[in-house]
C-alpha cells in the first residue's frame, strides 16, 4: 500500500508539472508583453516593478530559459506576486484555501453519502413511485445551474423563510470564540455546501442506481440467495459493496468538477475561499493571481484523487498491492 | 449436405426500430418539444423583437405579467426580460452545439487512434487525456476566456477544451474492445485495408454511444457557457441567459424575476436535452439499458 | 417399492413453467415429474432451451421474474414448496436445498473472503457463534479438497483457480448438510482434467452424505461418468426416463438415439497416413505475453508459444488439443498474422508468410482463411449476410456484383437456403451463423481453413451436422485444416493427426488413431483419462 501511495504522489507530481508547464504558455497566449500580463492591469505603470518580473521570470531570454526560471520560482512555492492586492499570490491563497477546503469537502461528503443512500433506495425500489421520485429529481438538478440554485436558495432560505445566512463565513463583528465560533461557520457553511453538493448528489444518485441493477443481475448475487440470506443482507453485503466500486472512481473524476464548481458558490455566497479570489482576479484582471489560483486548485484535484484511488484500492482486493 | 435447412424462426425477436423506441420514451418526447421551443424562440427573436435586448424599453424593475407589452417584467434598467431570453436562446445553442462538434472533431480521432494503434501511442495519448481530465475543467475554461478575451469564439474554444476528454476516453475503449472482436479479425483475415476496417466494420459500431454522449455534452457545454456569462465572460455584445442571472444578482432582494426565468430557461433546456440523450442511449444502445 | 418411496427427497410433478408473452413458445418446462431419491444422482439432459437450467432453478425458488410457476407441485417431505412464502423459501434454500453454480468465475462476490462466504451460510440460518462458523468454514473446505484449508478460507476469489473455485461452491452448498443437492453445469466452464476432479468430488460428497442430486448437462459424457438415473427433456416435455444404463444402452425415443450418435467416440475413424506436399509449415514460432510492468511494478511473462514447430500436409486436418491458457488459440492467430510472433516461422507452401508486410501480405491471406469460435461475435451485426461474405472477395478485387453470385453459391454449399443473403445475422441460430462464417472463409477460395474451437459453443446435434459439414467441404474443395480445439472426442472425430499442447508447448504430436491406442506423455495420458464417460463406453 506505501509502495502505491508512493507512486501516485510521484504521478501526481508529474502531472502538477505538467499543469504548471501549461500555466507557462497560457501566461503567453495572451495578448501583449508577459510582464505587463503578470503585472496585471494594476501593474501596467510601474516601470521599475515590470523590470524586475523581466529579470526574474528571465523574459529576455529564449523560451527553454524562461520555461526554468518559472518552474525554479513555482518550486520554491513562489507563485508571484499581486500588484493589485499588494501581496505574494501564495500568502493571499494561503488565506483562503482553508475556507475553499471546508466547502468542498463538506459538499464532497454531503453530495456523496446522500447520493449513494438516495441511489440504492431508488435501486432497491426501482420501477415504484419512491424510485421515480428520487430519479426524477436526481435529473432535475443535474440539469439545474450551480449559481442560480444558490440565488434560489438565498430567495427562498435567506430573504423569505430567514432561516440561514445569505453570505460569508461568519458572523462580522460578533465575535465568537471555540464552538460558538464553529457553529456560526457552520451555520453559514449550510447553504453554500448544498447548494454545490446538489449538482454531485444527482450524478452520485444516478450512478449508484444503475450499478446496483447492473449488479444485482450478478452470478454472485444468485448465489448470496441460494444461501437463504435475507434480501437486506445480499443487497447490503453483496450488491451495494459491490456497486460501489463504479462511484468511487467517479467520485474521483468528478473531483475537479466540484473545485471548479466552487469559484460560482463562493462568488454567490462572498465566502472567503480561493473560489472568491479567483473570481476577484477575473474581474482586476489580474493574471498572476488567476493563475496561481488555476495551479492550487488543479493541486487540490491532485489530492482528491489520491484519496479516492487509495480508498479504492483498500476495497477491491483484486487490484493487487505492489 | 445437400438438403437446404430452412431458415429458423429468428433466435431473438427482432428489434423495434431505433426511432420507434426513441418516440416511446415519454421524457424524449419532453425533451424535443422543449428543444424544440428554444431552436423557434432563436430563430423568431429577431422577428419578434427586431431591435437590441440591451435597450430600455420601460421603466426599470416591472414585475412580471402587469405590462402587457414587457409580460416577464424589466430588468434594473429596464430592459425586456422576454426579449433578453429569446435573444439569449440563440447563444447558448451555438455556443453548445459548435463547441460540442469541437470537442468531438479532437476526441474522436484521438481515442480512435489510441484504440486502434494501442502501445506507446496508446499510453502516450492517455496520458495527455488524464492532465486534462484531472486539470478542473471551469477554472481552466475561466483563465482561457480570461486570457484570450471574452468572445463568442473564446468561449466556445474553452468549452471545447474542457470537454473532450471523455470522448476520447470512450471511443477508446469502444474501439480497444472492437479490434478484438471476431467480426474484425475475420476482416483482417479476409484481406480488408485498415481504413475499410475502421470504416465498415468499426466505427459505424461506435456510433450510437458517441451520438449518446454528444447530445449529453451540449447539455454540459450550455451549463458550462451560462456560468462564464454568469461570472461575466461572455461575449459583451451578445445577450445571453447566464448574464441576465449575473445583472440581476445584485438585487435579487427587490427583483427575483430577472434571475429566476433566465434560469429556469437554461434548467428546461438543459433539462431537455438530458432528456433526450437518455431517450437516444435507451434506443440505440438496448443492452446498456434493459434496467429501465 | 414402499422402501422406495421412503427415500424420496423431493417429489416433483406435473411442472410447468410459463414463458412470458411473445417468446418461442409458450411454456419453458411443460408437465415435468420426476422424483429426487436420497443417495441418488438424477442427470437432467438436454440441448440449450430444453428447459433443464428452468427446472433447477425452479426447486431453489429462483426463477427469473418473468417465468411463473403454472401448474404441479415440488414436493420437500410434507411442504410444496410452489406455495410457500418467500420466508418459508429462505430457510429452504442453503438448509434443506443447496445449489451449484456453471461459473465459478462469476459465482463468487469477489470483494469477500472464501471463508466469510462460507461462514454466510450458517449466519443467514442462525447457526453457530461467528467463532464456530470460521472453525467450520476451515473443515469444509478440506472435506472438499481444498488445499492449505487455513490459508484458502482468507483468500478472496481471484486468487483461486477455477476449480478451486467450483470446490468452495460446493463447500458453501454442503455447509448445513442438505439432503438435496441441485447442480446447474457445475463442470462446463471447466478444463476436462479438473471437470473429471469435481465429477469424482460430487459423487463421492453424495455418496458419504447419502444426498439427492439433481445435476444439470448438455454433455452425455459426464452423464456416462455420473448419473444413475437419466431424464432427457426437449423443449420442456419429457422425452426420455429411465436408469443410466438403459438410456445410455438401449434408449428408446428416437431422440434420444439421435443425440447419442451424435457424441462423437473417441475411436478415431482408420484415415489413410497422409504424406503430401507440405501446405503449411512452422517453424520455431516464439511468443510471450508480457503483461503489467511500468515504473516499480514487475512484470509478469505467459508463454503462448514455446518453439511450436509442425507441418500440416495438403489435404491433411491435423488437430491443436489443449486446456485453456494451452497457447492452442494463440498458436492458430499467429499461423494467420492476427498476433506477431517473437520469433519463428510460418511458410504457406513456398511463401513465407512472416516475412510479408502491407499490402503483399493482404494479399497472400486469402490463402488462408478461418472459422471463428463464437457464432455471436463473429459476425458484424450491422452488415446483411450477403455482404459478410462478399466483402473478401471485393478486397480482393472481385466485382461486387460476382461476389454476390458466389455468396449464393456458398450459401447453398454450406446448407442455407439463398434468401438468406439479404439478411442480418441476428435472424439467425447459432449453427447458421457458424455455417456463414464457414461461408466467408470459403469465399476467398483458401488452401488452408483454420478452425479455431469453430464447433465448441453448438448443441451436441448442432456440432455434429457442422463437423460434418466441414469435412465433407474439405474433402471436395481439397483443403488443408488446422483444427482447434479443446474436445478429444471431437479432435477424435475429424483430424488425421493431433497434436497436444500444454503451456505452449507441443508435448506430443502423432496420428489420431496412434494417439489415442498409445499415449506416451504423461499429460496426453492424463487428458484422455480425464474425458468423461469414457469407462463407461468401452465396458
Redesign the interface.
Known amino acids: 500500500m506505501l509502495g502505491f501511495v508512493a507512486r501516485r504522489i510521484a504521478k501526481g507530481i508529474v502531472?502538477l508539472l505538467?499543469?504548471v508547464v501549461?500555466n507557462f504558455f497560457?501566461?503567453r497566449?495572451?495578448?501583449g508583453d508577459p510582464a505587463l500580463?503578470m503585472a496585471g492591469e494594476a501593474g501596467a505603470g510601474d516601470e521599475a516593478f515590470i523590470a524586475q518580473l523581466r529579470e526574474k521570470f528571465a523574459l529576455d531570454q529564449p523560451l527553454p530559459s524562461q520555461l526554468g526560471a518559472y518552474l525554479r520560482s513555482i518550486a520554491g512555492l513562489d507563485l508571484g506576486y499581486s500588484v493589485r492586492q499588494q501581496m505574494p499570490v501564495a500568502t493571499l491563497i494561503g488565506e483562503r484555501l482553508p475556507a475553499t477546503l471546508l466547502l468542498t469537502g463538506s459538499a464532497f461528503v454531503v453530495s456523496l453519502s446522500l447520493g449513494v443512500l438516495l441511489g440504492s433506495l431508488a435501486a432497491r425500489r426501482?420501477g415504484t413511485l419512491a424510485d421515480t421520485t428520487i430519479t426524477g429529481l436526481a435529473?432535475?438538478f443535474?440539469?439545474?445551474?450551480?449559481?442560480?440554485?444558490s440565488?434560489?436558495a438565498?430567495?427562498l432560505f435567506s430573504?423569505r423563510l430567514e432561516w440561514l445566512p445569505s453570505f460569508g463565513f461568519e458572523t462580522v463583528g460578533a465575535g465568537y470564540t471555540g464552538l460558538a465560533r464553529a457553529l456560526d461557520i457552520a451555520h453559514h457553511l449550510v447553504l453554500p455546501a448544498l447548494t454545490l453538493g446538489l449538482f454531485f448528489m444527482a450524478v452520485y444518485v444516478r450512478m449508484t442506481r444503475?450499478s446496483m441493477?447492473?449488479v444485482s443481475r450478478l452470478d454472485f448475487v444468485k448465489t448470496a440467495r441460494a444461501k437463504g440470506l435475507t434480501e437486506g443482507v445480499i443487497q447490503r453485503r453483496h450488491i451495494l459493496r459491490n456497486a460501489l466500486l463504479p462511484v468511487v472512481t467517479l467520485a474521483g473524476?468528478q473531483a475537479?468538477?466540484l473545485?471548479?464548481?466552487a469559484?460560482?458558490t463562493e462568488?454567490?455566497f462572498a465566502w472567503p475561499g480561493i473560489g472568491r479570489l479567483?473570481?476577484e482576479a477575473?474581474?482586476q484582471?489580474d493574471?498572476n493571481l488567476?493563475?496561481g489560483?488555476?495551479v492550487v486548485?488543479?493541486a487540490?484535484?491532485?489530492v482528491f484523487?489520491l484519496v479516492t484511488d487509495v480508498v479504492y484500492r483498500a476495497v477491491d482486493p483484486r487490484i493487487e498491492v505492489a | 449436405?445437400?438438403?437446404?435447412?430452412?431458415?429458423?424462426?429468428?433466435?431473438?425477436?427482432?428489434?423495434r426500430g431505433p426511432l420507434a423506441a426513441f418516440l416511446r420514451h415519454p421524457?424524449a418526447v419532453i425533451g424535443l418539444v422543449i428543444l424544440a421551443l428554444v431552436v423557434a424562440a432563436a430563430l423568431l427573436a429577431p422577428v419578434l423583437y427586431p431591435t437590441s435586448p440591451w435597450r430600455m424599453v420601460q421603466r426599470p424593475f416591472v414585475p412580471p405579467f402587469t405590462l402587457e407589452r414587457v409580460p416577464l417584467g424589466t430588468d434594473a434598467l429596464g430592459r425586456d426580460i422576454a426579449a433578453g431570453l429569446m435573444h439569449g436562446a440563440g447563444v447558448s445553442l451555438i455556443v453548445g452545439l459548435v463547441s460540442t462538434l469541437a470537442a468531438l472533431l479532437i476526441g474522436v480521432p484521438l481515442g480512435a487512434l489510441a484504440g486502434y494503434l494501442g502501445g506507446r501511442v496508446d499510453d502516450a495519448l492517455m496520458r495527455f487525456t488524464?492532465?486534462f481530465?484531472?486539470?478542473?475543467?471551469?477554472?481552466?475554461?475561466?483563465?482561457?476566456v480570461?486570457?484570450?478575451?471574452p468572445s463568442l469564439s473564446s468561449m466556445i474554444l474553452a468549452i471545447a477544451l474542457v470537454s473532450w476528454p471523455p470522448v476520447t476516453r470512450l471511443v477508446r475503449g469502444e474501439v480497444l474492445s472492437l479490434r478484438s472482436?471476431?467480426?474484425v479479425?475475420?476482416?483482417?483475415?479476409?484481406?480488408?485495408?485498415t481504413f475499410?476496417i475502421l470504416r465498415?466494420?468499426v466505427l459505424?459500431?461506435t456510433l450510437s454511444p458517441i451520438v449518446v454522449l454528444a447530445s449529453l455534452m451540449v447539455?454540459t457545454a450550455i451549463?458550462l457557457e451560462?456560468?462564464l456569462s454568469?461570472?461575466?465572460?461572455g461575449d459583451p455584445n451578445r445577450m445571453s441567459w447566464?448574464f441576465m442571472?449575473?445583472a440581476g444578482?445584485t438585487v435579487?432582494?427587490q427583483a427575483?424575476w430577472i434571475?429566476?426565468f433566465?434560469?429556469l430557461v437554461?434548467?428546461?433546456t438543459?433539462?431537455a436535452l438530458?432528456?433526450i440523450g437518455e431517450g437516444l442511449n435507451d434506443a440505440l444502445n438496448p443492452r446498456l439499458s434493459r434496467?429501465r | 417399492m414402499d422402501a422406495d418411496t421412503q427415500r424420496v427427497a423431493v417429489a416433483v410433478r406435473n411442472l410447468s413453467l410459463a414463458l412470458p408473452e411473445?417468446g418461442?413458445r409458450a411454456n419453458a418446462v411443460d408437465g415435468v415429474s420426476f422424483d429426487l431419491v436420497a443417495g441418488e444422482i438424477l442427470c437432467l439432459v438436454g440441448e440449450s432451451g430444453s428447459g433443464k437450467s428452468m427446472c433447477a432453478h425452479a426447486l431453489m425458488g429462483l426463477l427469473p421474474k418473468a417465468v411463473r410457476p403454472v401448474s404441479g407441485t415440488i414436493r420437500l417431505g410434507e411442504t410444496d414448496l410452489l406455495a410457500q412464502d418467500d420466508a418459508a423459501w429462505r430457510d429452504t434454500r442453503g438448509r434443506r436445498i443447496a445449489m451449484v453454480f456453471q461459473e465459478p468465475m462469476t459465482a463468487l462476490n469477489p470483494l469477500m473472503r472464501i471463508g466469510d462466504q462460507m461462514a454466510e451460510v450458517f449466519e443467514a440460518h442462525g447457526q453457530l457463534t461467528p467463532k464456530e462458523r470460521r472453525a467450520r468454514a476451515v473443515a469444509l473446505a478440506g472435506e472438499v479438497g481444498l488445499p492449505n484449508p487455513e490459508q484458502i478460507v482468507r483468500s478472496y476469489p481471484h486468487q483461486l483457480s477455477g476449480g478451486q473455485r467450483q470446490r468452495a461452491m460446493i463447500a458453501m452448498a454442503l455447509a448445513l448438510e442438505p439432503a438435496v443437492l441441485v447442480a446447474d453445469e457445475p463442470t462446463t466452464a471447466l478444463d476436462v482434467t479438473t471437470q473429471a476432479q469435481i465429477l469424482k468430488l460430487i459423487r463421492d460428497l453424495q455418496r458419504r452424505r447419502n444426498m439427492a442430486v439433481l445435476f444439470i448437462t448438455h454433455d452425455f459424457g459426464v452423464v456416462a461418468e455420473i448419473a444413475d438415473r437419466v431424464l432427457v427433456l426437449r423443449h420442456g416435455k419429457v422425452v426420455e426416463e429411465g436408469p443410466a444404463s438403459a438410456v445410455l444402452g438401449r434408449p428408446q425415443a428416437p431422440y434420444t438415439r439421435t443425440l447419442l450418435s451424435a457424441v462423437p467416440t473417441m475411436d478415431p475413424p482408420t484415415r489413410p497416413p497422409l504424406s503430401g506436399p507440405k501446405a503449411v509449415e512452422v517453424v520455431g514460432l516464439q511468443k510471450t505475453y508480457v503483461t503489467g510492468g511500468g515504473l516499480w511494478r514487475a512484470k509478469r511473462r505467459t508463454a503462448a508459444a514455446r518453439d511450436v514447430a509442425f507441418a500440416l500436409h495438403r489435404g491433411e486436418t491435423l488437430g491443436l488439443v489443449g486446456e485453456s491458457g494451452s497457447g492452442k488459440s494463440s498458436v492458430a492467430r499467429l499461423v494467420?498474422r492476427?498476433i506477431e510472433p517473437d520469433s519463428g516461422r510460418v511458410r504457406l507452401g513456398d511463401t513465407d508468410l512472416t516475412g510479408l508486410k502491407g499490402e503483399a501480405l493482404?494479399?497472400a491471406?486469402?490463402r488462408i482463411?478461418?472459422v471463428?469460435?463464437?457464432p455471436f461475435?463473429?459476425?458484424?451485426?450491422?452488415?446483411s449476410v450477403g455482404r459478410?461474405i462478399a466483402?473478401?472477395p471485393v478486397?480482393?478485387g472481385v466485382p461486387l456484383s460476382e461476389a454476390m453470385e458466389r455468396a449464393r453459391r456458398l450459401l447453398?454449399l454450406?446448407?442455407?437456403?439463398e434468401?438468406?443473403l439479404e439478411?442480418f445475422p441476428?435472424?439467425?441460430?447459432?449453427g447458421?451463423r457458424q455455417r456463414i462464417?464457414i461461408a466467408?472463409a470459403l469465399?476467398?477460395e483458401p488452401e488452408v481453413l483454420v478452425a479455431d474451437e469453430a464447433v465448441s459453443a453448438l448443441d451436441v446435434s448442432v456440432q455434429a451436422?457442422v463437423l460434418?459439414?466441414l469435412e465433407?467441404l474439405k474433402a471436395r474443395l481439397g483443403l488443408s485444416m488446422l483444427f482447434i480445439t479443446h474436445d478429444l472426442r471431437v479432435a477424435a472425430q475429424i483430424c488425421d493427426r493431433i497434436a497436444v499442447m500444454r503451456q505452449g508447448e507441443i508435448v506430443e504430436l502423432k496420428t489420431a488413431s496412434a494417439l489415442f491406442a498409445n499415449p506416451e506423455h504423461p499429460y496426453t495420458r492424463a487428458l484422455l483419462d480425464a474425458v468423461p464417460g469414457r469407462v463407461r463406453q468401452a465396458a
Open positions: 502531472v505538467a499543469i501549461l497560457l501566461i497566449l495572451a495578448p500580463v426501482a435529473l432535475l443535474y440539469a439545474t445551474p450551480l449559481f442560480w440554485v440565488l434560489m438565498i430567495i430573504v444503475s441493477l447492473e473524476l475537479g468538477t473545485v471548479g464548481g469559484v460560482l462568488t454567490v479567483m473570481y477575473l474581474l484582471r493574471y488567476l493563475l489560483v488555476f486548485s488543479s487540490m484535484v491532485l484523487n | 449436405m445437400s438438403n437446404a435447412l430452412p431458415l429458423a424462426a429468428p433466435a431473438r425477436p427482432r428489434r421524457g488524464e492532465l481530465q484531472t486539470v478542473p475543467s471551469f477554472a481552466l475554461a475561466i483563465v482561457l480570461a486570457i484570450l478575451q472482436r471476431e467480426y479479425q475475420a476482416a483482417i483475415v479476409t484481406g480488408q485495408t475499410t465498415r466494420e459505424p459500431n447539455a451549463l451560462s456560468s454568469f461570472l461575466g465572460l447566464g442571472v449575473g444578482r435579487i432582494r427575483w434571475t429566476a433566465p434560469g437554461i434548467l428546461l438543459v433539462l438530458n432528456l434496467e | 411473445g418461442d494467420m492476427l493482404r494479399q491471406r486469402s482463411q478461418m471463428f469460435q463464437d461475435a463473429s459476425l458484424n451485426p450491422r452488415r459478410i466483402d473478401g478486397a480482393h447453398g454450406v446448407g442455407l437456403d434468401k438468406a439478411r441476428h435472424e439467425f441460430s447459432g447458421q462464417g466467408r469465399a476467398l451436422q460434418a459439414l465433407d
